[in-house]
């Protein structure tokens, strides 16, 4: 059964900081590209950042670019995002989403979807 779950997601102070973890299993976790995605309240799904399959590619959303940091342990099978200099308009449900292509990552498309993890800023 594959899974992915995030987690580390929380309520945080605007300028703080929180790092994100998707524990990934259930398929050959090194053979895909990851990415995370977020909904907040009333949108729809923004993709934020995806990494290649070696780790060696990142890319970023305008929105978090400069503040966000993505990586993956592919030993422990762990996709993780950091996130810095947190804003209001960070508030979000957080996902991580595998699949083997990532230009299909980049355009919203994916094989596997996590539950999400929930992130609030607020003072």
């Known amino acids: 059964e594959v899974q992915l779950v995030e987690s580390g997601g929380g309520l945080v102070q605007p300028g703080g900081s929180l790092r994100l973890s998707c524990a990934a299993s259930?398929?050959?976790?090194?053979?895909?590209?990851m990415a995370w995605y977020r909904q907040a309240p009333g949108k729809g799904p923004e993709w934020v950042s995806v990494?290649?399959?070696?780790?060696?590619?990142?890319y970023y959303a305008d929105s978090v670019k400069g503040r966000a940091s993505i990586s993956r342990d592919n030993a422990k099978n762990t996709l993780y995002l950091q996130l810095n200099s947190l804003k209001h308009e960070d508030t979000a449900v957080y996902y991580c989403?595998?699949?083997?292509?990532?230009?299909?990552?980049?355009?919203?498309?994916?094989?596997?979807w996590g539950q999400g993890t929930q992130v609030a800023v607020s003072s």
């Open positions: 990494i290649s399959r070696s780790g060696l590619g990142t």
């Open positions: 259930g398929f050959t976790f090194s053979n895909y590209a």
């Open positions: 989403a595998a699949d083997q292509s990532i230009s299909s990552l980049r355009n919203a498309e994916y094989e596997f």
